[in-house]
């Protein structure tokens, strides 16, 4: 199990929100995905308690306002903390109600570990309660962005102006930061070359950065470029592009979800 929560302090923790209303949806853990949380949405009660066997020392906040009844939310709850095949599972409780009794169950009798958070109008407050919890369960481990593997997706490429033209290449990975990525016909690209008009295509989003080559790999028979991000991107880029990453991993989420 140890070398398990070393790869938690070095990859972070992966964050689910059960039944997350629109507001939450919409508004909160957009925010969250913009400071690089490992976001995940799910309505799948059932089927999650796969990915939390899978994935040891997730963070959980559960909206008991929706999918079932207060009471059998409870006992989801206490199932999950119970149970000897999920290790470390964190779960915070999301809820509109101002029901104290069912405020203080869940701390003092459920225990749970991220306490219970209201979810009203003030989407600030909840917001900074929520980031207040994931710091304190340190969620990041020690890396700093979110990246997403890309290198099966056709729809996911990288145009580089070269020679006068533009060469295509397929996108490996890629985070707010920078990407890999390789070519058919290695273009001998040289490190710290500086490219001003790259053009990426994040299935049906185009975007252009500024980027430099901070050096190559060999993997199999193909050479990978590893490009970084200048300071000059766009912050709407930058953006798009860490929505492109939760919309990534969500959907790779949804297929071990089913």
């Known amino acids: 199990m140890e070398a398990g929560n070393n790869s938690q302090d070095i990859f972070g923790k992966k964050i689910f929100f059960l039944y997350p209303s629109s507001l939450v949806q919409n508004e909160i853990v957009g925010e969250l995905i913009q400071q690089e949380f490992e976001i995940y949405c ?21 909206n008991i306002d929706d999918g079932m009844p207060e ?6 709850i206490r199932g999950l903390l119970g149970s000897s095949e999920i290790t ?14 069912i405020h203080r169950k869940y701390v003092n ?4 570990h991220c306490g219970v958070i209201p979810i009203k109008s ?17 969620a990041k481990g020690r890396r700093k962005y979110i990246r997403a593997t890309t290198e099966n997706e056709t729809m996911t490429t990288i145009n580089i102006p070269h020679d006068g033209s533009y060469i295509n290449g397929t996108i490996r990975d890629i985070s707010a930061v920078g990407l890999s990525c390789s070519f058919q016909e290695d273009p001998n690209l040289e490190k710290n070359s500086y490219f001003q008009d790259i053009q990426l295509k994040l299935q049906s989003m185009l975007l252009k950065v500024e980027g430099i080559v901070f050096g190559s790999r060999m993997e199999g028979m193909a050479k990978v470029y590893v490009i970084l991000f200048t300071q000059k991107i766009d912050p709407d880029v930058r953006m ?15 297929l071990e979800l089913r």
């Not at 799910?42 to 559960?62: C, D, G, M, Q, V």
């Not at 599972?89 to 009794?101: D, P, R, V």
């Not at 009798?109 to 749970?112: F, L, W």
């Open 109 to 112: 009798s459920v225990k749970v």
């Open 240 to 254: 798009k592009i860490r929505k492109y990453i939760q919309s990534n991993l969500q959907s790779k989420m949804d």
């Open 122 to 138: 003030n989407v600030t407050n909840a917001t900074k309660l929520i980031f207040d919890t994931l710091q304190t369960c340190e």
């Open 88 to 101: 470390n599972l964190k779960i915070g409780i999301l809820t509109s109600s101002g029901n104290e009794a």
């Open 42 to 62: 799910t309505r799948e009660h059932k089927n999650l308690r796969r990915a939390l066997k899978k994935y040891p020392n997730s963070i959980l906040f559960i």
């Open 71 to 76: 009471k059998e939310w409870e006992t989801y």
